[in-house]
DNA sequence: TGTACATCAGTGAACGCGCGTTCACTGATGTAC
DNA sequence: TGTACATCAGTGAACGCGCGTTCACTGATGTAC
């Protein structure tokens, strides 16, 4: 039968919902077509009236993500001392375990590189995600060069993913606060070696 | 027909290589039973002969890499300069361009908190590596603490992860230089914020 | 040492299952008059 | 405003396919005598 205009948009947007928390959950290849429509209160047949295909719903869902995940940076750093609690917010056991409403990067990493649609759309996010490191990294704008932002979020995404990967929470906890505090003690100092 | 029975144990490890540079290339979900038994030369039969399920074929590749993994840094750190060569080594573009004989984590990281087996073999591995790093890092042992260890582990993989992903090239390589820079500097000050 | 036979890793057809995708059909909505 | 009908998003059965796993069978190896 046919559905009321609004509704149909409406739709469109509870798939990608599904789709980014679902991925972000269990990775591309564990969620199929159906279980993010049912996710949606539909059955799976309407799924082809609103994607071209699985691959196009991951690149689009990628999208997605990133439009939300940079408007929370934005409004995060708005206020003042906004983008360290941003920064603590990230490393935090409640992000650990909450990969369905959280980091992308951290939560899909390994997987994008394998799915050519996804890969140019995360790109983007990517892009996006250094320069507003780049420009509100907490310790001062002199220091706070596009390589340092690279640092801190290679930093970042690399504890959330160890930390989600291992069995051990005394374990886990460590690298997220030990990445925490060195991210609290600023940039690398120039007099290493 | 019955085989000699030193073959066995020989196609035993055989399984083993192809399951581990197989799973770090593709994926765990992307790989097939087939595919592996293919990549040693038989059919796909013999292999519930030599594991109980795929599953425990991911958790006993892990241990395999593994254990190669960690015989390397060895390797490596048994001659002077040995680690920072490693550190370098780890961050080039001939390991973003070859994870089926890279770094587990950096491969593996996002899909092995999905995957019970996998990720208490893999804990094993961290912890093993995290010690290594501590002992080894290569700005003296006065500064190289465990929490420095982790550190430094995080911004490797989290820069090999999104050298990985990225769409384009030059940000790749940008990634890769820019945390080999860090590293190169030393820990981080503690004099920052 | 030579012969008879039990062993068991490998073969390849077959299993049930869930996947991504397609399609004939439904029927309230929106439109033409 | 009221009626007739074309539209099209949603339904759910069906498709071919590849997956993980099983199993009756094969036949050289290793062993008992």
Redesign the interface.
């Given at each position: 039968m046919r559905y009321p205009a609004a509704e149909t948009a409406e739709k469109h947007a509870r798939i990608l919902d599904a789709a980014a928390a679902l991925f972000r959950k269990?990775?591309f290849?564990?969620v199929s077509v159906g279980e993010i429509m049912r996710a949606t209160g539909l059955t799976h047949g309407p799924f082809y009236n609103h994607f071209a295909s699985k691959e196009a719903l991951m690149a689009q869902s990628i999208e997605h993500a990133s439009a939300k995940a940079l408007s929370d940076i934005d409004a995060a750093t708005a206020i003042d001392g906004g983008m360290?609690k941003y920064l603590q917010g990230y490393l935090s056991i409640d992000h650990r375990d909450s990969p369905e409403n959280g980091c992308l990067?951290?939560?899909?990493?390994?997987?994008?590189?394998?799915e050519a649609g996804a890969?140019?759309a995360?790109?983007a996010h990517?892009?996006a995600t250094i320069e507003r490191f780049r420009k509100h990294l907490?310790?001062g704008s002199k220091k706070a060069t596009?390589?340092e932002a690279?640092?801190t979020?290679?930093?970042?995404?690399?504890?959330l993913?160890?930390a989600?990967?291992?069995?051990?929470d005394a374990?886990s906890r460590?690298?997220l606060r030990?990445?925490r505090?060195?991210l609290?003690?600023?940039?690398?100092?120039?007099?290493?070696?």
């Open positions: 269990s990775g290849s564990n360290e990067m951290a939560a899909l990493g390994t997987e994008i590189g394998r890969r140019s995360f790109t990517l892009v907490p310790w596009r390589a690279i640092r979020l290679a930093s970042m995404v690399g504890a993913v160890l989600r990967a291992v069995d051990d374990l460590e690298i030990d990445v505090d060195g609290r003690a600023g940039p690398r100092s120039q007099a290493g070696l």
